[in-house]
């Protein structure tokens, strides 16, 4: 095992005892900073530097040769993270190499002096109330009924830390109604899961309601934005054929009667999957024939208690996203169709998908996605028709969105028998529904290119979610993109980015001159077996992000999902080869780990404003160089001026 060692232990009784040895240990780790940096050891300069200070947990770092094992700090007195990963190496035939931060106990106080030095050197001033206020500190925890929070319907209990001081002056009492009545002197500091928790009042809560809302405006989070615009009304023209005034036969009576009915006709929808991205679509096409947007109705978003209420029909156990199939069936049976029953279930199996990328092998689904509708399907008629029991007609045909003409048959042949349709009226509708999608996908683009266009200017960064249409759904991305929009950043996702010609001729131009690729929307350079879409959409946003100054990646994926499997390296090898940050949260599945996600987003909030300071000065450097070159062709246009005009008035005489 390589380690860099100190020569001061701290934990000897003559470091405890001399305040020297503190003085000298600082000077012996402020020499060590950039070993520290590193990793450790001579061995590790090959290795890319630690993230930020005191940044723990386990985590794997490896050279071309794939042999060196990197413990972050909080791993380091953990035997077994460290010779579990080890024993992986060796079973590969490969001799580890395993480095260890110099002081793990410790890393997470060094990380803060460290920042503290350099904020102080940025000029900032500390707050901090001294040692000697520190050892008079008296406090109290408190974490009962009396602090649970009733600000939402998660009711979140709460702790309440209720701090003195020796000296109390500086302190401000809580002067507000309170179920824990503060003592004299005291200040209360309340450890809450959101925002809104952190205070006891319902006008303070408010006030931080509105700040987070004005944040969201001035940070779009277009992945949110798409989550909810993409299920509105697009209010299209309706194309339906006029009623007959009178019919002849069986066949034509039947008819008449099955158009009268889509005025009161109720379809439900689930929100899942792929209808993250295509529901413009469907909408369009059922509100052009006459079916009012009112009663087309889609299930909830997913959550927790969602989940739970409908997840025990599961036989099989896919991932996440598909399995929740099941759970939205049942919200739009025993919830949403509790007062008014609905008469159709449309849950279509999306075979092929849409594509703008060229020189591709195919733009199909995932196969478990696609046959989702049938699994939901088996699972509610195992044993008895539910549908059937409740008087609902299941409609799951097999479509495929790239072929148009395919689409017009496929959608004719399910809903002829329900809405009396005639090949005319079904063309137009399908129609409709394609210009809805182009509609709703050139609005949320145009107002991502605004935004991006912003971050230029401001020299910001924004985040990119590489993920998949279903990664739009709340309940599936647990939210993490809002806890960064919180921060200020904005929120992008491969559905959402721009792909104006002047924009992806600046980031793809060069490369498509040289013959590298064939397009900007050619991914062929980077993957070759791009027959799945979301993962050809994937790929193709990360070579999007990598090459757009402001913008850094932040893959999302789904436990189990086998098509992701493929390509973790590809991404991060895309991003991480042009120095755009890289950040993941893998294996998502029904479990919320909202602590977790908390820590990790601050780590990477963290890093990110450090980048943005070495972006702004990059940014203002590369400003002065073109602006010294412009003086100096300036100067030199200058000094050759006379002797050209000389020139000119000896040609003249």
């Not at 299209?236 to 009915?261: G, Q």
């Not at 985040?463 to 279903?470: F, K, N, S």
């Not at 104006?500 to 397009?519: C, M, N, P, T, Y």
Request: aromatic share 8%; charged share 25%; with cysteine.
């Amino acid at each position: 095992m390589t380690a860099i060692r100190s020569k001061l232990n701290p934990r000897t009784p003559d470091y405890k005892a001399s305040q020297g040895a503190m003085a000298a240990l600082v000077a012996d780790l402020s020499a060590k900073v950039g070993l520290i940096n590193q990793g450790g050891g001579e061995a590790a300069h090959s290795l890319p530097p630690f993230g930020p200070p005191g940044n723990g947990g386990c985590r794997r770092g490896r050279d071309d040769r794939g042999r060196h094992l990197r413990l972050l700090p909080a791993s380091g007195f953990s035997d077994s993270c460290g010779d579990g990963r080890g024993r992986g190496f060796r079973a590969a035939g490969k001799k580890p190499e395993v480095i260890v931060h110099e002081h793990c106990g410790e890393s997470g106080a060094i990380g803060a002096g460290a920042e503290a030095l350099r904020l102080w050197r940025n000029g900032k001033q500390t707050t901090f109330v001294g040692l000697n206020a520190v050892r008079d500190i008296i406090y109290r925890t408190t974490r009962n009924e009396n602090t649970r929070c009733n600000f939402c319907k998660n009711t979140c209990l709460r702790t309440f830390i209720d701090v003195q001081t020796g000296d109390s002056g500086g302190f401000i009492p809580l002067g507000k109604v309170t179920k824990v009545p503060l003592q004299t002197g005291e200040r209360r500091l309340i450890i809450a899961t959101c925002e809104k928790g952190t205070v006891e009042d319902v006008n303070d809560m408010r006030e931080i309601k509105a700040g987070l809302d004005e944040k969201k405006n001035a940070f779009p989070n277009f992945v949110d934005m798409a989550a909810h615009e993409v299920f509105k009304s697009r209010n299209p023209k309706v194309i339906a054929d006029p009623i007959p005034a009178r019919a002849w036969t069986k066949a034509a009576r039947e008819r008449i009667e099955l158009m009268k009915n889509r005025k009161t006709l109720k379809i439900g929808i689930p929100r899942v999957l792929n209808q993250y991205v295509y529901a413009p679509l469907f909408n369009s096409y059922l509100e052009s024939l006459g079916v009012p947007a009112e009663n087309i109705v889609y299930s909830d978003y997913t959550s927790g208690d969602l989940y739970r209420a409908g997840s025990s029909r599961g036989a099989i156990d896919p991932c996440f996203p598909a399995k929740i199939g099941i759970a939205h069936v049942h919200n739009l049976i025993a919830i949403k169709g509790a007062r008014k029953q609905f008469n159709v279930i449309f849950f279509p199996m999306i075979d092929v998908l849409t594509s703008p990328l060229v020189n591709i092998t195919g733009s199909n689904a995932c196969p478990t996605v696609t046959a989702t509708p049938e699994t939901v399907k088996a699972a509610y008629t195992k044993e008895s028709d539910v549908f059937a029991d409740h008087g609902i007609t299941y409609l799951d045909p097999i479509v495929n969105l790239g072929d148009r003409l395919l689409l017009e048959h496929q959608m004719f042949v399910a809903w002829k028998p329900i809405l009396g349709l005639s090949e005319e009226e079904n063309a137009r509708a399908i129609d409709a529904g394609y210009k809805a999608q182009e509609d709703y996908e050139s609005s949320i683009q145009k107002r991502a290119r605004q935004v991006l266009d912003e971050l230029e200017r401001e020299d910001r960064i924004g985040i990119v979610m590489l993920g998949r249409p279903y990664h739009h759904d709340p309940g599936l991305n647990h939210e993490i993109l809002e806890e960064f929009q919180k921060l200020g950043y904005p929120i992008f996702s491969q559905s959402t980015l721009p792909l104006d010609q002047d924009l992806l001729e600046r980031l793809f131009g060069d490369e498509v001159r040289s013959g590298a690729i064939a397009s900007p929307l050619d991914i062929q350079d980077v993957w070759k077996n791009s027959y799945s879409c979301s993962t050809n959409h994937k790929v193709w946003a990360a070579k999007f992000t990598a090459r757009h100054p402001n913008l850094v990646a932040l893959e999302i994926s789904s436990f189990k999902c086998g098509h992701d499997a493929p390509i973790y390296g590809v991404i991060e090898g895309i991003i991480e080869k042009s120095g755009t940050p890289y950040f993941c949260f893998k294996d998502l599945d029904e479990n919320k780990p909202s602590g977790s996600i908390r820590i990790r987003v601050e780590t990477i909030d963290y890093f990110l404003r450090r980048y943005r300071e070495d972006v702004i000065k990059k940014g203002a450097a590369a400003r002065a160089i073109e602006a010294r070159l412009a003086e100096y062709e300036r100067k030199l246009r200058g000094e050759s001026l006379p002797g050209v005009e000389r020139e000119n008035e000896l040609q003249c005489v």
